[in-house]
């Protein structure tokens, strides 16, 4: 799960649903303050992103996705 860290305007979302990502792959970038802060996977998976637009504002705690992990 995925959530915003803070409330922000959701800049760019960098995966699509169904991507696989890495650890600390770019997921989306969201803007706060003037400032554009990194989203990364904390984990790798299968990513399952949130009907959310680029351009929307978000709260802290905004779900953005999932990660299903990946297993071996």
Partial sequence: RIAAPMPGLLKATIVRDGDVVRKGEML??????????????????????????????????????????ITA
């Fill in 28 to 69: 989306f970038t969201l803007e706060a303050m003037k400032m554009e802060n990194v989203i990364s996977a904390p984990i790798a998976g299968t990513v399952h992103v949130a009907e959310i637009s680029e351009g929307t504002a978000v709260e802290k705690g905004t779900l953005l996705c999932t990660i299903e992990p």
